[in-house]
């Protein structure tokens, strides 16, 4: 038990999967607190509420949920009166809560999404969570439009829906939230939580398009299987899934049960396939159709000769396996009542240290292995574990036993197979939300531009866009330098929100500590320390006798070296011509006195400064001459910092 509350994210944790969670990562969950929970009242009363309120969502869902098939498994919904191992919020507050692993098929996530909105609408005094193994995910979705202040770290008790919007509690009436207190100010302050339009719009969008393109995305196909199959999949439409499962996810050993195929083809190869349509979702239609599997020698595969009815069996043959591979090994585990739990139970024992380090395999290990597994058998784990697991054969086997034949099957007339040309057009669906998450992207960026310039320095770009005479190069150094000191961080970068706004330095300090480490002779002393600490901080203490003599015979030796490792990399770049790549400080013209300089010109020159802001500008300058009007770094990046050249700025160069 301890296990499966361990997996479950605490209210007073990250929603964000933990590192030993053993939760799919294709999760979404979704908890329902209705505001009568949040008042006083009798444990009977509050249950019999939460019972009739379980009643009344399922009977407004069913509609849409009827007809649908799940990738994995249907949304259900389960009352926690008190917090329990399987709730996924393990609240103190009375809700009903669920889980739906949707995996490969988003349309699950989304339509999920749809489902709670609609609940949210006919049901207004309820606040509704909804969070995936990402997080949360309806966020992310709007990311484009939301506050600056939401992150991760600070969204949890912050996200719900109710009245069929999506509210986000302000950081500034509630800064460190807990559920108790977010549901009780949805309640009396829900309109002040309420998220802007364009964030409802963002995530609505998402869902405008259910229920409708929730059965547009359900796919009919013919297909020729055993009758056991076809007997299954008349009264349990919705099996589909667990033997596309099956099928899809198979291994070694499962595989090793549609070779004799012995629960859904007793008959072998004398038995005869029947035609029948089959409703799944197009990604479970994907995966069948697109796996390579060899057909057991054992299924009456029909001639190649006719294609159309080849490929129908073909399809058959892959969902009868599935079936096969899924009541075997679903058997198998129901017996054992191992599957996911037992695992769970068995990464609990190893975090406790119950094995003591004690190495698989080995004499001691197998001993606490068996005693694990006896209490595992004895709890209500097991029992648990089992029934959940042997349900679907359960279920089949009762189906089984109703009376069939093939006849029911022959004489009925089947329709054709859906279209499947969307199966061809996903690169084009995949490129059109590319687009669209693109233009979304522009448009974020542009409106930060907006708001990032004034009126004034909008007016000043156009002018010095019309007048050359006008354009400081100047504010190129200046731009740059806010850019780097002013907004940077470790989390990245952002446009200056005022562009013209100078750094100030303090020259003074700034040229202090730099001789200071670069134990410059000056007018400081060599061991000058920064201001507000020491640069002897990780020294020795030498108050001890000689050590005053031993720290100096050490700095003579560190500048002895220094001097004499410059000396040689100076050697080594008079041979190059990367000196003359740069500016000095005190160079007026660089090609003045080329070819007649002396020794001592040349000595003097390379210990001149390098002026950094003018081969800054030098550099940006030749960049933009050379993409000659077209887009480039240069005009990109200094666009991005608000400068613009003139048109002719290169002219004449």
């Known amino acids: 038990m301890a296990a499966a509350h361990e997996a479950c994210p605490s209210s007073s944790h990250s929603i964000f999967p933990q590192k030993n969670s053993r939760l799919p990562e294709d999760t979404v969950f979704y908890a329902i607190f209705p505001d009568f929970a949040l008042r006083p009242t009798s444990t009977s009363e509050l249950s019999s509420s939460l019972q009739s309120l379980h009643l009344q969502i399922l009977q407004t869902l069913s509609p849409f949920t009827t007809n649908y098939i799940w990738q994995h498994e249907p949304f259900t919904l389960s009352p926690s009166s008190v917090p329990k191992p399987s709730c996924p919020c393990s609240s103190d507050i009375p809700h009903l809560h669920g889980k739906l692993r949707y995996g490969d098929n988003l349309d699950d996530e989304w339509f999920t999404v749809f489902l709670l909105f609609h609940v949210s609408l006919q049901f207004t005094s309820l606040s509704i969570r909804i969070w995936d193994t990402d997080g949360e995910f309806l966020l ?9 202040w939401v992150n991760p770290e600070n969204s949890l008790n912050r996200v719900f829906i109710r009245g069929g919007d999506l509210h986000i509690i302000p950081r500034h009436r509630l800064p460190s939230p807990s559920l108790a207190d977010s549901l009780d100010f949805l309640i009396k302050c829900g309109d002040q939580s309420r998220a802007s339009e364009s964030v409802q719009l963002a995530v609505k969008n998402r869902i405008t398009e259910y229920p409708e393109r929730a059965k547009r995305i359900m796919h009919n196909v013919r297909v020729r ?65 697109e796996q ?64 003591q380090g004690m190495l698989p395999g080995s004499k001691e290990y197998k001993r606490l292995m068996q005693s694990a597994e006896e209490y595992y058998r004895n709890s209500s784990l097991f029992s648990r574990a089992s029934d959940m697991m042997s349900a679907p054969v359960r279920r089949i086997d009762e189906v089984f036993a109703l009376p069939h034949s093939v006849d029911d099957f022959t004489a009925q007339e089947v329709p054709p197979s859906d279209d499947d040309s969307w199966f061809y057009k996903g690169e084009e669906e995949l490129n059109s939300a590319l687009l669209e ?30 007048n050359v005479g006008e354009f400081d190069p100047g504010d190129i150094a200046k731009t740059m330098q806010a850019f780097v000191h002013g907004v940077s961080s ?88 990367l000196g003359k790549s740069f500016v000095r400080a005190n160079e007026e013209n660089p090609k003045k006195n080329e070819g007649t300089s002396n020794a001592k010109e040349d000595m003097d020159a390379d210990f001149s400064p390098v002026d950094v802001d003018v081969n800054l500008v030098k550099s940006f300058l030749d960049s933009f001459s050379s993409q000659q009007g077209l887009p480039g770094p240069a005009s990109n990046l200094l666009g991005l910092l608000g400068i613009h050249f003139p048109d002719d700025i290169t002219k004449g160069k």
């Open 140 to 148: 992310i979705e709007a990311a484009f439009h939301l506050p600056r």
């Open 225 to 289: 299987v055993p009758v056991s199959v076809a007997q299954v999949l008349k009264h349990e439409p919705c099996l589909i899934s667990l033997a596309v499962e099956g099928f899809y996810d198979r291994d070694i050993d499962t595989m090793k049960f549609a070779a004799k195929m012995e629960k859904f083809l007793s008959g072998g190869k004398d038995e005869e396939l029947v035609c029948v349509t089959v409703k799944m979702s197009r990604i479970m239609y994907a995966q069948l159709a």
């Open 292 to 355: 390579q599997f060899q057909a057991p020698k054992c299924f009456p595969m029909p001639s190649r000769s006719d294609a159309s009815v080849y490929a129908e069996a073909e399809l058959g043959m892959k969902i009868a396996c599935g079936f096969e591979m899924m009541c075997q090994q679903r058997r198998r585990e129901g017996v054992e009542g191992k599957g996911s739990t037992w695992e769970a139970f068995k990464e609990s024992l190893e975090r406790s240290g119950y094995f």
């Open 437 to 466: 998450r693109q233009k979304e992207s522009e448009l974020d960026n542009l409106e930060h531009k907006k708001k990032g310039k004034s009126t004034e320095q909008q007016d000043a770009c156009v002018s010095s866009s019309s």
């Open 490 to 577: 470790y989390k990245g970068a952002e446009v200056p929100e005022n562009r013209n706004e100078e750094v100030n330095i303090d020259v003074d300090q700034f040229i202090k500590d730099m001789e200071s480490v670069m134990k410059h002779q000056g007018g400081e002393d060599a061991n000058s320390d920064f201001e507000g600490g020491s640069s002897s901080d990780l020294d020795f203490d030498d108050s001890e006798g000689g050590s005053d003599m031993e720290a100096e015979d050490h700095e003579s030796r560190e500048d002895n070296f220094t001097h004499a490792y410059s000396d040689v990399l100076n050697e080594e770049l008079k041979t190059t011509t």
